[in-house]
């Protein structure tokens, strides 16, 4: 079994045969102009913080104030429900770990926008099963199927999925 990791949380939430794809590393992000403006937006933010905290080789949280709350870097909203879950993902693994951190931020430093993020009793049920199905995703054979979406083609896999 594979270890989870923030962005297959992402993916789960973005599109499944992402997630696939990029769990059997496939992967296309280094040809993305997205992936690029991405890293640029987060090299300029935030400066001031120690950024890319890698914790048991499976999470990578942006960055952790104090460690009571936990950062995650965002360049749009048009993502956000992945982008809460990814978070409340870390603040779940963490918790597994006893390790105790308050809240999360999901930053947009462009938008200037911030918001909080609780775990929720309620979320760690639904974590575990998602944690069930993408275990059931990335150990398929066959990648899922393609379903074309409004956001395919801003996606690294689109010319990939075409073909």
Sequence with gaps: MKNITGIM???YFVCKRKLW?????????????????????DENSYNKEKKHIMIDNTINI????KWEVLHEIK??????????WQIKYYLYFLKKRDIKVEKGILD???LKI???IILEKEDIKYIEEILKHINDIINTEKVPEFNILKICKNCSYY?????
């Design 9 to 11: 949380i992402y993916y």
């Design 21 to 41: 794809l990029f769990s059997n590393e496939i992967t296309m992000e280094h040809e993305s102009d997205n992936v690029m403006l991405g890293k640029l937006l």
């Design 62 to 65: 942006d960055f952790i104030k």
């Design 75 to 84: 360049k749009s909203q048009s993502m956000e429900e992945a982008s809460v």
């Design 108 to 110: 947009y430093p462009k």
């Design 114 to 116: 911030r918001k909080e």
């Design 159 to 163: 010319d990939y999925c075409l073909s």
